[in-house]
């Protein structure tokens, strides 16, 4: 009994340590270098156990991971622990998923096979929990935990973010390999019929490791030798600091108006071609409201300068009104023309944040069973809008947009010279969330090779440049960045080439998972592969 205890604890050991060291490399802790381990543990435990053990162990990691980084969503209105526990139990499912197929691999795959298809089985999860539907979640690849350094993510405008987290994975699953090499005990014994990675095989993981880090390192360095060049636009961004409890309360209209006109006027001071307002920045939808229309539009005359504000219909995470008003919900984004008469040109959100602005599949599934709030239908865009100015072309993305790189990268390919991503985060407080978002528009301006403009309510506001170097931020004296008011203005180059990712997008995924599928194939049908799981 106490020696299957002790097996339980030590099987359990591991993937807990992935799941902390994993929270420990993102913003908020910053612990970067703890990423190029962090998932040793768990690979070393599920190596060559039964797949239902491999899921149950992964499982664990992806569930500690998602608890320990996003424990911000406990801030959104109406959602509780309990429903926290379950996000977190279906965020983490595609992380059993890798355990299932790593330690079927593990058992089955010749020579260095199932080691090499680690970083590729890697990158298909990600990109799984990126494009699944509306569970949806490009949160937390292993790339976003190195957005502040430079050299690494310069790859991104070839491969995306998924480029660096393959180059991540394949480290950890070397290191990986080297500890069930050196350390048997750590591995099957030999009377479970199966036999450790080979030196050859690990030798052969250590070495391709290397080569890509380095590759990796070089091309970096020979993309950010390169000016950027071009036409160039001012952009002013606008933090008007509007407390979440006052946003929708018609008793601070007048106040919400008076702090964005008079914020308006401080940017215009700096002469720019635009001015940004955040997400849902004015007291109402100026798209049915005339007088709240009208304000904004003297406040574009007045300055003189094109002024791009959103503009929501009701709050976000707004209980339902009624039938009626369902149609005419929208999250748009709106480019004021200082001429008098000229037209605004509008962009709605597609993107809509599930169980925020809307309930998902709600005639599918029956949500009130985990007390999910009855939220109001907000109705998503359908056009990828590219605004025009007088001499330059961008768009906007609004709130959460921002982390879904096809998204991005199709306003692109569309002719968006910039990005601007218009946000209000106020609903996370002083939670890592906020630079958790920035981190994650650092690889949209490398994957494309543009400048994103980023504007939220109350933080954190800044300009990214084409190299994702953070140039600036809203803040005030003691340099505080989020809770502050205020405005800045930069100079931003206006991009035009496309780079090989906005072109062909995710590739090395679906190199991936022709490899993958290849070694699966391959091992399905291997002969005496070995009969015991641990």
Sequence with gaps: MKHRLLSLVIAL?????????????????????????????????????????GFLLSHLTGAIFFAGMCGWILESPGYTLFHHFFAVVFIGAPFGL????????????VGASALIAAPCMWICIEYLRCNFSFLSLPWGLLAHSQYQQSLLIQISDIAGAYGLSFIIALVNTALAAVVM?????????????????????????????????????????????????????????????????????????????????????????????????????TPGPIFTNNRLYHWVRRIAEASGTYLLVGSSSREKFKTDAGKRRRAELRNSAFLINPKKEAESQRYDKILLVPFGEYIPRKETFLWSWIKVPELAQYRPGEKFTVFEGPHFRFSAVICWESIFPNLVRQ?????????VNMTNESWYQQTSALNQFVSMSVFRAVENRIYVVRCANTGISCFIDPYGTIIDRVKDHTGRDIFVRGVLTKTIILMDAMTFYSMYGDWLVWLSIICLAVVLVMAFFRKNPGKHFR
């Design 13 to 53: 050991a591991g993937p807990a340590l992935s799941g902390v060291l994993l929270v420990l490399s993102f913003p908020g802790y910053g612990q970067v270098w703890m990423i190029w381990f962090a998932i040793v543990p768990l690979m070393v435990t599920i190596y060559g156990r039964h797949p239902a053990h």
């Design 181 to 281: 090499q050196s350390l048997p005990r750590l591995n099957i014994q030999k009377n479970t019929g199966f036999t450790p990675p080979s030196g050859r095989s690990v030798a052969s993981m250590i070495i391709f490791s290397l080569i890509l880090v380095g590759l990796a390192l070089f091309y970096g360095r020979l993309a950010l030798a390169k000016p950027v060049i071009g036409k160039s636009v001012r952009v002013a961004v606008v933090q008007g600091n509007i407390d979440q409890k006052m946003k929708w309360n018609p008793r601070y209209a007048k106040s919400i108006i008076k702090t964005y006109t008079s914020l308006t006027r401080e940017a215009a001071k700096s002469r720019p071609d635009l001015i940004v307002w955040p997400e849902a920045a």
């Design 411 to 419: 306003f692109r390919k569309e002719g968006a010279q910039f990005i």
């Design 98 to 109: 890798f355990g299932v197929v790593f330690s079927f691999l593990s058992r089955r795959a």
